[in-house]
């Protein structure tokens, strides 16, 4: 049985569905992130898991005990908020100390633990000043700490990223993987940002309006989402649309080229169906491999630096590609004649 | 000086002569007891009355009971209509306000008709039942300015993320109550304490109709029988509603994880 067993959870708030039938299993020591657009219903379940609300229906499991009916205080679960929730009228120390009081532990062993976490933050100069007296990453490595030091049996972490600026996101989701690894403590994370996601977790939950549309790893989220969602929130995605031109062999007509995709389709011939392509998969010229080949018009080119993205105007839509930029290949002019390709495999059929 | 900066001077000046003008006078009136010069007879007279120090003691009493039960109702209550009942909010304010809107003769009235000695609860029979009507009266009274500063106090912290907070770290209600937000909320709890210790100190209908010995009756009885004392009693009673709007002033500055955030 998984460390934390969520069932058929819904949730909803007066005639809104705001939860739908919500399943997942979380392995103990998992990293798993919850990722979709505001309104989406992560939050909601995160604080169903952390008992601030409570389910409709369904059920939470944590290491095989219920705990659907727990208050939160008896959950025995770890919180980050967004806004640091660092409590104003205590001292660094006092606050990561909070929950060790609470639950009865004596003097020294709170010391112990509190200087402990503290250096475990990298704060253990900054152990007696108060919250308003540092930054925001020192505070939410304070509330990290903080939800630690009781040693709970999985961590919650509700945007915790969200307030902080671009720089200090990066290393402090850096610093709060290492530090799940080094504890090896379960642990999910609500954020809407997908290379926070992508980039930290051992899976992914893309939710959408309160459904979990896919659950797999960032490398399965990303090459080869479920649905058109998914394919679309993660990433940037290219959607052209193509004519089908025999279903069963996957043959369909792309602006104006036949192509044969790996796999059999199920609209009948002559209707029109999307078809998803990464930036990243797509060649300017004839790229080794690449058996559809299409050609267009540069419609845009912007130099982001180590990356160079070019809009293509092909028959059938816009098409983004991304080339590294090389010192001595300036980018093509916009308004020149091009060939580009891409290998079939690389084009995604999306469910609706 | 500029002719604008003038009239703002002008203007404060005259303000202050009108506030000042008559504690001066009073000030000057009290230490004219006797006759050959000023002197702090009157002051001395008053402070060695037994009656002052019985009154003045048994108000100070009742003041401190009156801010802890006014702190008990009101801490928690403010705490939970902003945490789960947000759309309550004006309807507790418009309640709390109710007793600066009710003449304090009619509440008064009202305790004698419902819990005189020949009714169901006759609290008035007894001086602990007397004492209690009083009390919980005083405590109606401080509603208004005890709720809106702590509510103001509240308004400041984030009370649902803290108290989320301190939920996944275990701590119950109580707990919650008492080392989080009360000590969040204590400037503003101060401020109403001292508007109450303020009022409790002064008040004079429910003492009087209650036949209750306190201070503020007292100090009406001494204002009817004697010149110079009434005088220096109300400088006494100036001089400790000002130290308690000191001490407000003194505890927010010196709150030391406060300063910030305010």
Known sequence: MAFLDIQHLEKSFGPTRVVKDFNLNIEKGEFVSFLGPSGCGKTTVLRMVAGFETPTSGAIRIDGRGVTGL??????????????????????????????????????????????????????????RYPFQLSGGQQQRVALARALAPRPQVLLLDEPLSALDAKVRISLREEIRRIQRDLGITAVFVTHDQEEALSISDRIVVMHQGVADQVG????????????????FV???????????????????????PVVLNRTLSGRSGERISLAMRPETVALGRGEGDDVVLSGRIAEVHFLGSVIRIRVAVDGGLLALDTFNQPDRPPPSVGASVEISLPHRDLLVLAA | MTERR???????VLGGLYFLLPLVGMFDFSLRMQRDGYGFEAYRVV?????????FGYSVAL?????????????????????????????????????????????????????????????????????LLILFGYATLSLPYMYRSVDTGLRTIDVGSLTEAAQ???????????????????????????????????????????????????????????????????????????????????????????????
């Open chain 1, 235 to 257: 990433g940037t995605l290219n959607l052209l649309d193509a004519d089908v031109m025999d279903a069963a062999a996957g043959k369909v007509r792309l602006g104006g080229v």
């Open chain 2, 47 to 55: 402070l060695a009355d037994p009656q002052f120090q019985q009154t």
């Open chain 1, 71 to 128: 208050p939160a205080n008896r959950r025995n679960i770890g919180m980050v908020f967004q806004g640091y929730a660092l409590f104003p009228n205590l001292t660094v120390e006092e606050n990561i100390g909070f929950g060790l009081k609470v639950a009865g532990e004596g003097k020294a062993a709170i010391a112990r633990r509190v200087s402990e976490m503290l250096e475990l933050i990298g704060l253990s100069d900054l152990g007696g």
């Open chain 1, 217 to 232: 790893t960032p490398f399965e989220i990303y090459n080869r989402p479920a649905t058109r969602f998914v394919a679309q």
């Open chain 2, 168 to 262: 996944s770290l275990g701590a119950g209600w109580a707990r919650i109550l008492a080392v989080v937000v009360l000590p969040n909320v204590f400037v503003s709890v101060l401020s109403g304490a001292f508007l109450t210790f303020a009022i409790v100190i002064g008040e004079y209908v429910f003492a009087a109709l209650l036949n209750v010995g306190s201070f503020g009756p007292y100090m009406v009885w001494m204002g009817g029988n004697r010149a110079y004392e009434p005088s220096a009693l109300a400088v006494v009673a100036f001089a400790i509603t000002w130290a308690c709007m000191g001490l407000i002033q003194l505890v927010t500055r010196f709150s030391k994880f406060s300063t910030v955030r305010r």
């Open chain 2, 6 to 12: 003038l009239w703002s001077w002008l203007a404060v």
């Open chain 2, 63 to 131: 003041a401190l009971v009156t801010i802890v039960l006014g702190i008990l109702i009101v801490v928690p209550t403010a705490y939970f209509v902003r945490l789960r009942f947000p759309s309550l909010r004006p309807i507790v304010e418009f309640l709390t306000l109710l007793p600066l809107v009710i003449p304090p003769i009619v509440i008064v009235f009202g305790y004698i008709r419902i819990y005189n000695t020949s009714s169901v609860l006759p609290l008035t029979g007894s001086w602990w039942g007397t004492n």
